[in-house]
């Protein structure tokens, strides 16, 4: 399987020692996360699940159908004050999974300003500390779905939840 992850300086092909991410995500309020190189969106992916190594990556050659690896991701934009918002999506293979942490679903309609000028829902984000066992668990699980969290579906969001920025 091919593993990449993407967070503040760590960058690399294979998930690193899980205390290196913790205190992104454990610490004292205000210094939790990282916003190096003025980026407050990071993530993770990992690629050939379920034996799919030897077909050809979701969109190379503009191959989009069930003979494609199956990848995951794990994309993180942080907050102070409100935490992390995470976006989980598995795809390839004939597989179209998007799911995103919840918090408070009255909150879906008020935003906050990312680092890139992208609106974000307020009731997507979860605390720090919160987010960091299902990032632990996606490393441990080799991509699948947390289950130490809430999620809700991407289908199942209020239109207007994402606003065009």
Request: aromatic share 14%; proline share 8%.
């Amino acid at each position: 399987m091919k593993k990449d992850i993407r967070f503040g300086h760590i960058r690399q092909n294979s998930w690193p020692d899980p205390d290196l991410l913790k205190p992104f995500f454990i610490a004292s309020r205000g210094q939790e996360w990282t916003y190096l190189g003025g980026n407050d969106c990071w993530g993770m992916s990992i690629g050939g699940l379920y034996g799919t190594e030897a077909r050809p990556a979701y969109g190379q050659n503009g191959e989009t159908g069930p003979n494609t690896q199956v990848e995951a991701n794990l994309t993180m934009w942080g907050s102070p004050g409100l935490g992390v918002l995470i976006y989980y999506s598995r795809y390839g293979g004939g597989l179209s999974d998007h799911y995103y942490t919840v918090s408070d679903r009255s909150k879906l309609n008020q935003w906050v300003t990312g680092l890139h000028d992208t609106p974000l829902p307020v009731g997507l984000f979860i605390p720090f500390r919160d987010a960091w066992p299902a990032v632990k668990e996606f490393m441990e699980t080799e991509g699948e779905l947390p289950k130490s969290i809430e999620w809700i579906a991407a289908r199942d969001l209020p239109a207007g939840t994402f606003p065009d920025p």
